[in-house]
């Protein structure tokens, strides 16, 4: 099941479920569409990988209980800034590789 983490791992900015500026990574590391774009050019500081926007779990049951009632988003914020001088150095290392080639 998919972790909804509270917020942006760099800056701490609220992420709430139905967020649309939430970003993840293959393993679930999630930033905001800001430090995504503007600080961490679309490479994960943890994994080296691209991110995507996170998907919205439904508030209300729709179908079968998948749903925020029965699989609530993580409260525990994973607040873990990003050192922006190495992420400089995994950018250049990367030579602007797209994430599909990483």
Sequence with gaps: MLE???CCEHCAVALPPESLDARICSFECTFCADCVD???HDVCP???GGFVPRPVRP???WK???YLGDYPAKTTPKHRPVDLAAHAELIESL???PP???
């Design 59 to 61: 508030s209300r049951d």
């Design 46 to 48: 943890n994994c080296g």
């Design 38 to 40: 503007g600080l961490l």
């Design 64 to 66: 079968g209980g998948n």
């Design 100 to 102: 599909e080639r990483r």
């Design 95 to 97: 030579k602007g590789l």
């Design 4 to 6: 909804l983490r509270p």
